[in-house]
């Protein structure tokens, strides 16, 4: 390969790396900037506009965690008229102890148990268990997260407008501090937050949190056995019928990350394969103007974001290497590069510095560390759901 070729190239792949970077701090902006038109929902004050209420908690081997997932449920200020754990075929005594509050009476709601025999995942469990649901408002929560005393509260308070459809919460680590990979955990967390938040000002977000979940009894319709990510396809289809789908930050539910890389490269890879999967099933929404923003700007945003973006890096990284690799090539001109990609970068990070909560100084590594790590999950979940490696079979992560 000639050196003027190979200087070429170079500058090509630098320059879609930094057109990449440049898009990305521009919807960050684009969010930051609505996030600031969000107003907390006020709570019911009559009686009577109070809508019932039944949760669902799909589980797979939660013997430890169950009973305090239904204690927890038991001090929410909201009023739960029913709790439906669905039992998906454990291997461990999750249906014995839930056997066990209902002999007891344990609860101030009454508490059903749906027992599959075998296991179906999580997309089934739910199927089986929204049509012993009574309550208008279906509430899904995972049986390993907590809820906060006022979440369900905040939550419902959402449905005063008749417009929404679905509303998701935010879902807080109590470990953020337990490892590295638990601290970009925190990171990522507080970028998806904004995403979020800024895309439910604008009209809707695509993304959901899987922990926490609400949605109009009336709008809920069976799942397809194999989807991955359960709560982005409940989000799509309530957008898909003319509803919104958002995000409240006050509803707030908690969770442990897991606190070695390998397990949570596990999870969240998985969870790339949902999101990917949810979004190509409903991609004739794509600038579609029947949906206003939520079909021109969001929906094609987070596409390009999930799908496009991991592959255009990958090829961007394989094109690099190979122009390094080449004999041809002169170090001065890398270093002419490289200097240019920090000065976009130093550029993005004062950026983000600006339109931070509070103006608080925002850390340019930690930012761009997780949004690479992010893209490779991305690039590693297309790459498996192309090759058929789905699990609709949610697993136990350590």
Excluded at 60 to 69: A, M
Excluded at 160 to 183: C, F, H, Q, W
Excluded at 220 to 246: C, M, P, Q, W
Excluded at 310 to 319: D, K, N, Q, R, Y
């Amino acid at each position: 390969m000639k050196l003027g070729d190979s200087v070429l190239i170079m500058e090509m792949g630098a320059a879609l790396f930094s057109a990449l970077l440049i898009f990305y701090v521009a919807y960050f902006l684009l969010m930051r900037k609505k996030c600031l038109e969000w107003d907390s929902k006020s709570c019911f004050s009559e009686p009577g506009e109070i809508p019932s209420v039944s949760v669902i908690i799909p589980a797979y081997n939660e013997e430890k965690s169950i009973v305090r997932k239904l204690e927890n449920l038991r001090e929410q200020a909201y009023p739960i008229i029913e709790v439906v754990v669905v039992n998906d075929g454990s291997t461990d005594d999750t249906a014995k102890m839930v056997r066990s509050i209902i002999d007891r009476s344990l609860s101030l709601f009454q508490v059903q148990l749906v027992n599959l025999p075998n296991r179906e995942g999580k997309a089934s469990a739910l199927n089986h268990a929204w049509r012993h649901c009574k309550g208008e408002i279906i509430i899904i929560s995972d049986a390993d997260t907590i809820l906060g005393e006022d979440t369900i509260t905040h939550l419902v308070s959402n449905f005063r407008d008749p417009n929404v459809g679905a509303v998701t919460g935010k879902l807080s680590m109590i470990n953020y501090e337990d490892s590295s990979s638990t601290r970009i955990e925190k990171t990522y967390r507080n970028i998806f937050d904004m995403l979020r938040l800024g895309e439910s000002c604008m009209d809707s977000t695509p993304v959901f949190n899987g922990g926490l979940v609400a949605l109009r009894r009336s709008l809920f319709e069976n799942l397809k056995s194999d989807t991955l990510a359960d709560d982005t396809e409940i989000s799509l289809r309530i957008r898909e019928k003319g509803y919104k789908a958002i995000f409240d930050p006050t509803a707030k539910v908690y969770a442990f990350t897991p606190k070695s890389f390998k397990f949570r490269a596990k999870q969240k890879i998985r969870r790339a394969q949902g999101i990917i999967q949810s979004l190509i099933w409903h991609r004739q929404m794509l600038f579609n103007r029947k949906y206003g923003k939520y079909g021109l700007i969001i929906l094609p945003c987070e596409f390009f974001m999930h799908i496009i973006s991991p592959i255009l890096l990958v090829l961007t990284a394989i094109l690099f290497l190979s122009i390094l690799s080449s004999a041809s090539f002169a170090l001065t001109n890398l270093a002419i590069i490289l200097g240019s990609g920090i000065v976009v970068f130093v550029l993005i990070a004062i950026a983000l510095s600006c339109v931070s909560k509070n103006r608080n100084p925002v850390n340019p590594i930690k930012i761009f560390v997780t949004f690479l790590e992010h893209q490779i999950f991305l690039a590693l979940g297309l790459l498996f759901l192309l090759l058929r490696k789905g699990n609709s079979k949610w697993e136990k992560i350590e």
